[in-house]
T-cell receptor, first 110, second 114 residues
């Protein structure tokens, strides 16, 4: 059974800092890995989708990496801004549609 | 392009009442799924469908019913609402996972059962 763990559960950083969010999964036989953002009271917005053949994917200040052999992915956020404050979730396919981690709640302090 | 549309956004029910949460997508996605999100529990899969006429249970299916008569629609039915079903419900759709499909979510439906 696929299990996804995200560390840390919460993170508070000053504005401008570069930061890394971690995601680990137990079954490395995955097609892809997806990172989402969720603002309070809102739905989930897809940030990055990394296919199993890729090692990383970039969008603006976001860079996600994937290491299937070790069962790990990282989301790197450069030059963080208060608008980046949200919960970030990673998800991978399991035997059913995506299995989610519980997320990292990020607060960027101005 | 509307994406994934859920209705209603908010609903209050009394214990024992039934209701249907509607979900529609206009991206011609084969996969559709329903999740519930509770504090400290994360997102948990209720039911999913890999195509019209095909549904299967997820992690927490009890008390819920689904059907998939068309590619576009995937309603979630609460048969006899219980306070434990108070939650935020999300519908999602994607192309088949095997093709590396990206998952898209609706805005959510907040349900309170008194």
């Amino acid at each position: 059974k696929q299990e996804v763990t995200q560390i840390p559960a919460a993170l508070s950083v000053p504005e401008g800092e570069n930061l890394v969010l971690n995601c680990s999964f137990t079954d490395s036989a995955i097609y892809n890995l997806q990172w989402f953002r969720q603002d309070p009271g809102k739905g989930l917005t897809s940030l990055l989708l990394i296919q199993s053949s890729q090692r990383e994917q970039t969008s603006g200040r976001l860079n996600a990496s994937l290491d299937k052999s070790s069962g790990r992915s990282t989301l790197y956020i450069a030059a963080s801004q208060p608008g980046d404050s949200a919960t970030y979730l990673c998800a991978v396919p399991g035997n059913t549609p995506l299995v989610f981690g519980k997320g990292t709640r990020l607060s960027v302090i101005a | 392009n509307a994406g994934v549309t859920q209705t209603p956004k908010f609903q209050v029910l009394k214990t024992g009442q039934s209701m249907t949460l509607q979900c529609a997508q206009d991206m011609n996605h084969e996969y559709m799924s329903w999740y519930r999100q509770d504090p400290g529990m994360g997102l948990r899969l209720i039911h999913y469908s890999v195509g019209a006429g095909i549904t299967d249970q997820g992690e927490v299916p009890n008390g819920y019913n689904v059907s998939r008569s068309t590619t576009e629609d995937f309603p979630l039915r609460l048969l006899s609402a219980a306070p434990s079903q108070t939650s935020v419900y999300f519908c999602a759709s994607s192309p088949p996972t095997g093709t590396g499909g990206e998952l898209f979510f609706g805005e959510g439906s907040r349900l309170t059962v008194l």
